[in-house]
């Protein structure tokens, strides 16, 4: 059963608060990981890698790159939820 945007963005929320320690709050659709959330790219695998776990999706390393914002991220685990 796909899940919607909003259930992705409160999953991707408490991953990254798991890693990070950031307020689920703060994990908005428009912000960007590196800019707004100040996350490394050592912990934003971490944060793919439970992602990928989470909702059933493979995140290629590719694609990695790509997702810049929450938005990037919770779009990509949508339309790639089995």
């Known amino acids: 059963m796909a899940q919607s945007e ?3 963005l409160e999953g991707l929320a408490e991953i990254v608060n798991e890693e990070t320690g950031l ?16 996350i490394d ?4 695998m971490t944060i793919v890698v439970n992602a990928e776990e989470k909702f059933g999706v493979r995140i290629p390393d590719d694609e990695v790159k790509n997702l810049k914002t929450v938005r990037d991220a919770v779009g ?3 339309s790639n939820q089995g």
């Open 23 to 38: 307020d689920t709050d703060q994990v908005e659709l428009d912000k960007s990981f590196t800019d707004d959330l100040d």
């Open 41 to 44: 790219s050592l912990s934003m």
């Open 76 to 78: 990509f685990i949508a």
């Open 6 to 8: 909003q259930e992705i």
